[in-house]
């Protein structure tokens, strides 16, 4: 049955969820046969990859873009900072970072050595007060790590989320007063503590004057990055403020892996050469017999046993292990750490992880942008970014409210 993929395995692949697949079978769009034992759903790998390919690799109609000039200077505090992926992203969009706040040493030195302007303030963010910026930053942006909150009564509030990072955002928020804040995560957090993480976290924005749109998961392969990330994206809106919020409008194109390391439409030039991390022997001997778009289940059979110890009698699709990309797919979302046995990412044509650089075009990082540190801080950084380009669309729908916002504010105070 090598040649043929499971229900669990093909909805990982293709990025839908088993009912759809379900559906595209018998409306004929991915055609599955019944696997003769088990009677379950089996897919051929020649049919998964060749809609793979057209899902990728069609460049569609003309597209309705989300550029917009913003009439005035607008400014941004941005919290949890990191190596600046959301920071290049809304800079590029036409925002002005005025401060940016990130407690590793590794990621501040990578700021301030492709920004020497930026206001970069190092350090816990429970030790800095902002409120010298009340009323002077048009958007506070964070991507505040996800903690639990230890829930006392029913509705959770400020106070009651002290110690963690989200009280931290909230507290910056209510001390610089945005038009607008936005916070970012992982998808997780839809789920953490069955929803009441992230519903706590909207009764808190409530309770400091926000008014919260409702949450979308962003793809970011529909916002020109050529990897299948998703974030959360969390906006507030100061309840004075009667001006809709949209999201950005994802765009049709995909862009693929060798849109993102071969010169092209995303970049001038093929990857720059860069240093990166090299898997052990007995790993590399593995992933060697693994074809592109191929993982574990592409191996002889003992050696997938051996490879893959007790999680091969577990089920589950684990297309994450001993992956390897394909150019004409985008990559799967990066890590921390490239070398990692859930979440391999081999190279197309060579046995390796992604160079640091080929893992910062992934993410859609100007090749201009250095970072510092050695080689695992770099790519800790790299993996724990907001891809430039969907930081940059996010920025757009930031400015669209803002110019609307304005302009509104300023006829209120013509007429008054
Ligand atoms: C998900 S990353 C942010 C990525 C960033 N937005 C980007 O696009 O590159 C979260 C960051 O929060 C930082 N962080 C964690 N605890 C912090 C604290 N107490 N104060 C300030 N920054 C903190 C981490 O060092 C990490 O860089």
Redesign the pocket.
């Known amino acids: 049955m090598s040649e043929y993929l499971s229900l669990s395995e093909t909805a990982e692949l293709v990025g839908k969820c088993k009912e759809t697949l379900r559906r595209w079978d018998n409306e004929g769009i991915l055609n599955a046969v019944r696997e003769p034992v088990s009677n379950y759903r089996v897919y051929k790998k020649s049919d998964v990859h060749a809609l793979l390919g057209n899902l990728f690799d069609d460049i569609k109609e003309e597209e309705v873009s989300n550029y917009v000039k913003p009439n005035h200077n607008y400014s941004v505090l941005e919290l949890?900072?990191?190596?600046?992926?959301?920071a290049v992203g809304l800079e590029k969009s036409g925002l002005k970072c005025v401060a940016l706040?990130?407690?590793?040493k590794w990621?501040c030195n990578t700021l301030r050595k492709n920004r020497p302007h930026w206001n970069v303030l190092e350090g816990?963010?429970?030790d800095f007060n902002f409120s010298k910026y009340k009323n002077q930053v048009d958007v506070v942006t964070g991507?505040f790590?996800c903690q639990a909150f230890s829930y006392a009564g029913k509705k959770l509030g400020l106070k009651d989320a002290r110690g963690t990072?989200f009280y931290e955002f909230a507290r910056v928020v209510q001390e610089v007063s945005p038009a607008i804040c936005i916070g970012e995560n992982v998808r997780g957090l839809l789920s953490h503590e069955k929803g009441k993480t992230l519903q706590g976290m909207i009764s808190i924005l409530d309770e400091i004057g926000y008014n919260v749109v409702p949450v979308q998961v962003l793809k970011a392969i529909n916002y020109k990055v050529p990897q299948k990330r998703e974030r959360l994206i969390l906006v507030g809106i100061r309840k004075d403020i009667d001006i809709k919020y949209e999201y950005p409008k994802p765009y049709k194109r995909i862009y693929n892996l060798s849109d993102a390391l071969k010169k092209g439409e995303l970049y001038d030039t093929n990857v720059p050469k860069s240093d990166g991390a090299k898997y052990p022997q007995s790993k590399k001997d593995v992933l060697d017999l693994v074809p592109p778009k191929g993982y574990w289940r592409d191996l002889p059979i003992d050696i997938q046993k051996e490879y893959m110890g007790g999680s091969f009698y577990l089920g589950g699709g684990k297309t994450g292990m001993a992956r390897r990309i394909g150019w004409d797919e985008p990559s799967l979302t990066l890590t921390c750490s490239p070398a990692q046995k859930q979440t391999e990412r081999c190279h197309p044509d060579e046995t390796r992880p992604f160079t640091v650089r080929e893992y910062a075009r992934i993410q859609t990082f100007p090749d201009e942008w250095k970072f510092d540190g050695s080689i695992a801080q770099q790519y800790k950084q790299i993996g724990?970014?907001?891809p430039v380009n969907l930081?940059c669309e996010l920025g757009y729908s930031i400015i669209n409210f803002l110019n609307n916002y304005y302009l509104v504010k300023n006829q209120k105070e013509e007429i008054s």
């Open positions: 949890f900072a990191g190596a600046g992926g959301l706040n990130e407690i590793d990621a816990d963010i429970k991507g790590p990072l724990n970014a907001v930081g």
